[in-house]
Each structure stands twice: as C-alpha cells, then as structure tokens.
C-alpha cells in the first residue's frame, strides 16, 4: 500500500513530549513549561511560535539539549553540535551537563499580536505639514535606478518594468498550469487525505429502538419543531431560488438599501474594497500571498533543532492550571511548531463538499467546529458557490452533491491543507463535511442575491403594465435604472410609474406573454460573522452519522 504524506506535518516541526515539567513562575497563574522529546518534521527554530492544541500559541525562551534517554547505537548520529562521532564519544557527550542550543532573540522572535487594533481616527483626513510636504518632493526628485541595455534613452527608460515586478510574472509562470489546474491538484492532494482521517471511524448498521413507553420522554419536541422549519425553509429555497415578497408596509428603497443592481453578474464591476464592516480592520493581509508562501517555503530549514534531536523547550507564559494537569502517560501531548504569519487572523475559504452520512439542512452562519490541520475552533462560516469569476453567490444553505466554499475569520495557513468539518448533534461531534484550504483572500466577494417578482397587467406589443413588484410610486423612481428580466428570457426597463400604488408601465425587447413573471435581481456583498473560538470541551464525543454508532476520544 502506498505509504501517503500529510504535507502540513511534513512542513511542520512537531513534538511528542517525552517529560513535562513546570520551571520559574512568572505569577501564580503564569509559569513556564518545560517539554522533552524528539523533533519531528522539520527544524524548530527558537524565534518561532509554538502552537498548543486546545489552549493556544505562545513563545519559546530557549532550546536545551539534555541526555538523549534513547541513544541509537550502532550506528553514526549528527548530535545539536552538527559533527559526526562515534558511539562512545557520543555517550560521554550526552553524560556532561545540559548545553543550551538557543535562545530567543527578541528582534527576530515571531510576535504574539494575532489581530490589528483598529484606530478609529485612521480615516480622517489631515492637512499635511511642512515637513512632510519637503519629504514628498524630495522623494519625487530622487532618481529611480533601473537595468537598461546601453543607448536606451529616457524616453525609452520609462516604459521599461521594473525588475521586481519581472520577477513576480517570473514567479506565476514558473508554477505553471491554469487556475483550474491548480485547484484540481490542490483539492487532489487534501482529498487523500481527509478521506484517510474520516474512513478511521467505523459505520454501525444495528440501531437500538427504546420501550414505547420510554419514547416520548426521550425525544425534544420543541427542537423537532425548530428542525422542521429548517426543512421548510430548504425546501422552499430549492424551489424558488433567491425570491423575495416584497413587504407593504415597509418601503422596498428603506428594506433593500443595501442592494445594488447589475447588468452582468460575470462581468459588473465591484470594488473589493467599498464599504467594508469594521472587523476588516483587525484582520491581516498579503500583498502577494503565492510570493510569500514561496519565501516561508524555502527558509523553513535555515536555522534551529534538527528532526531527531532530544530537546528541551522552555515555553513562556503557559497558565498554571493547564500545566499541573498535564500527564504524558494518559492523554499524549503534542506540540506543533507554527511557520511565519500562521498566527494571524484573516479571511479563510475552505472548498467543502458534504458527507453522504448527514442529510439534515446546514445554514449559513451556523456553528460549526473546523479542524484544518493542527487546530481546531468553532466558527459560523457562509457558504458561496465555487466558481471562476471575481463575484461569487452566496448560498443560504449548504447544498449537497456539489462543491461549496466556507469563508470565515481564521488564523492563517498555507495549502494544501485538509479540513474537516464538524456539527453538534444530540450531544455529539458529527462529521457533515471534508475539504481543503482554498486561500486567504479577504478580497473574495460573496454576493447575496434577491429577487423581486411582478406579473403583467396590461400587454400592448412591447410594453406593459406591471404589479406586485412595487406597492408605492417612491419606490418605482428609486429601482427605475434596475434593468428587468423575465423567466422566458426577454429583457427590459422602468419606462415611468402608473399611479400612486405600485403599477408601472415597462418596455421590453419583444413582446410579453401573460403567463411571464417579471424579475428584478438585487445584490449586495455579505461577510462572515467573527465567531473564532479555540476553547472546546475536551474529551469530546464524534459520531460518524449515525446516532447510534459514536467513539470517545481522549
């Protein structure tokens, strides 16, 4: 059987700790902790952080090399000293003192700052001082340097691009291949192993009825009436899609003020960055996202303890009450070392697709628990559909049998990387969906759409009176530049509003039938909620589908 690699534990330096023990105290409820054991992965470097499954990330003081309990003999081993000996020589070493390997350097140290204070006075304009008007034409009047075969002129100069910028172009055609491709081999990678993780849990076909008399008293009738709106609902919704009944007693400019319309959903302009909510402001964002991930890649082996080295790390800042209930013997603690940036928030979309286990509806902005490669938290994503273009509709549900993406706010991390997806149910952690990372892209625009319906009054040849769209003249005025469209597929415009109660006459590119509907999309731009949350009870119960059929994990 092919033996399969997790990449994000292969690209990641991680530690089975072998001894814990609690060093200096800080305060009574901050000390430091002291875990034992073999590097695995890659290279852990002192500055970087370390993640601790369930409880957070946090700095290491330094690294130590102490006794190695498990001495490979018979054969050469590279000791933290990075020179070749022999066994005997290698023993002698490993009786002497504890030799310190590293030690943070606070200028390098990766900070510990995951979200950015907004400044509620960064958007104020200010006029500028004479100091910083003789700063701006200085820098206007430096010269800029650029490579240029000999004999070009000035003229000629100007139109050259810079290196850096050939260097980018250089850097997206050397990964080859088109934007499907790179999807398709992402999702291929993670694919193997999320299904790797989800086939460990074993299906039961025997379902335990209980006494008729024991029935009602188990069952909740008043989340069975909750469950059954839900269904309704996605009912309701895959049968008449984005539809909306416009409200008469509010007026329709006041309840979709925050709708626009457009001529093409493909190809319409929308700035990404136009009236974005305030949490936008705490989050983190690449300028070049593949560049940096290229940059991390490469420098992941510069410095640090080697995989297969006995080491010590002094972890600063661990609480007391999580320290004195460690116990290695029972429950294994792992320690996963964090590559640059993976501490910070953003906006993460994940490509999911539903397991065949789970048929109940999953609503946007409904918790659900997110393990994507070493952490684990609880957030409310919204789903979109998984497409090409620069706009991307929202969905109100999580469809079956199709690709969906799931965007919320998230630490960072690099793809491929699997996810699984998580739902309580009945007191159990049920598996409903499997997938990978897409990106870290807060410019990905998920767009709600609605639409308004009308019904032809009045038809002469390609005009038309219509009603029910609209119940006041106001509100005709404030759409008339909204271009319409029917379900048989002619399009048309607002010519002028009939009366004072919601009639108006339109004007169509051919002629109408009476049984046509007229429609009106509106669309507007939705982000996720911020609902991180790390903290989840622990042991935990995870049921693979079926209620009966549940394992407990330590």
Known sequence: QKHLHVQFRDTHPHIVAEKVEIGSTDTEDICVLKVSGYVRGRNLSVNRLIHIPGLGDFQVLQIDSPKDPCPVKGHHKTTPSDHMITDDQYIEEMDEEVKILEIADPTKQESLVSEVVPDPMEGEQTWPTQEELEEAETAAKKPVLKKVPQGTSEYQAAWII????????????????????????????????????????????????????????????????????????????????????????????????????????????????????????RIFQFENFRRTKKRVMLAIDDEGAMPGWYVTLHISRVPRTYAETIDVKSSPLVLYGLLPHENKMSVMNFVLKRTPHYSLPIKSKEELIFQSGVRRYTVCPIFSQHTLGDKHKYERFFQHNTSTVATVYAPIAYPPLPVLVFKYHEGTQVLVATGTLLSPNPNRIVCKKIILSGHPYKIHKRSAVIRYMFFNRDDINWFKPVELRTKHGCKGNIKEPLGTHGHMKCVFDKQLKAHDTVLMPLYKRVFPKWSYNMSLPHPFIWNHGNEEDSMTCE
């Open 162 to 281: 810079d290196s850096e910028c050939d260097d980018n172009e250089e850097e997206e055609m050397s990964d080859g291949g088109s934007f499907d491709d790179v999807e398709e081999n992402t999702f291929s990678e993670s694919e193997e192993e999320t299904s790797s993780l989800a086939n460990t849990i074993v299906d039961s076909e025997s379902v335990t009825v209980p006494d008729e008399d024991q029935y009602d008293s188990q069952m909740d009738f008043e989340e069975e009436k909750k469950q059954l709106e839900v269904l309704k609902a996605e009912k309701e919704y895959r049968m008449f899609p984005d539809e909306v009944d416009t409200p008469i007693n509010i007026p329709a400019r006041t309840r979709f003020a925050k709708y626009r319309g457009l001529r093409s959903f493909r190809s319409s302009p929308w700035d990404p960055k136009e009236n974005l909510p305030l949490d936008y402001a």
